[in-house]
Antibody
């Protein structure tokens, strides 16, 4: 069955870089896109970006200068890197398969010194 | 950027009441391939979102048929015919024709 699981550090200091991994199973990254979405505490969903099955990427224009999404198809992993983290980047970070049918459980990231 | 405007932001309902949520897009969501990629998600507290409706009106497998979607172009509606306790949470319209995809959400709570 299709599964996605986010992993990464729970706490990041301001100005540093966040690195998250989305490990997928049950489908090929060459056939489906993987989307990153985040949700600050008590707030709505924010689309961050997507890496498509062909490897192309699209980013939220508000995050584009700080954000990079890549993948390793042999390991079924998608990577998110976002630099210069600020306190307002504190959020639950989700990965989802394109089509919105399948989501990971999310990983909470707190930006604090 | 496309803006999805959901109304109302909060909806208070009693069990058994029928309710509707509106999602209005600043641009047509009709894709050049003829599909309209407008979906509805429900996020219950502490959970990731789940897909309820895709392609405007198609019910996701396992979703109760009290949920229905309608609309076209720029105006879309999610209807719940007889709210049940498990329906409480935040509803999002999400589109895949353009970016960014999400509406701001509608919180459904008990009156």
């Amino acid at each position: 069955q299709v599964q996605l699981k986010e992993s990464g550090p729970g706490l990041v200091k301001p100005s540093l870089t966040l690195s998250l991994t989305c490990t997928v199973s049950g489908f090929s990254l060459s056939s489906y896109g993987v989307i990153w979405v985040r949700q600050p505490p008590g707030k709505g969903l924010e689309w961050m970006g997507v890496i498509w099955g062909n490897g192309n990427t699209n980013y939220n224009s508000a995050l584009k200068s700080r954000l990079s999404i890549s993948r390793d198809t042999s390991k079924s992993q998608v990577f998110l890197k976002m630099n210069n983290l600020q306190t307002e980047d504190t959020a639950m970070y989700f990965c989802a398969r394109s089509g919105w049918r399948y989501w990971g459980q999310g990983v909470m990231v707190t930006v604090s010194s | 950027d496309v803006v999805l405007t959901q109304t109302p932001p909060t909806l208070s309902a009693t069990i058994g009441q029928s309710v509707s949520i509106s999602c209005r897009s600043s641009q047509s969501l009709l894709h050049s391939n003829g599909n309209t990629y407008l979906n509805w998600l429900l996020q219950r507290p502490g959970q990731p979102p789940q897909l309820l409706i895709y392609l405007v009106s198609r019910l996701e497998s396992g979703v109760p048929n009290r949920f229905s979607g309608s609309g076209s172009g720029t105006d879309f509606t999610l209807k719940i015919s007889g709210v049940e306790a498990e329906d409480l949470g935040v509803y999002y319209c999400v589109q895949s024709t353009h970016a960014p995809p999400f509406g701001a959400g509608t919180k459904l709570e008990l009156k």
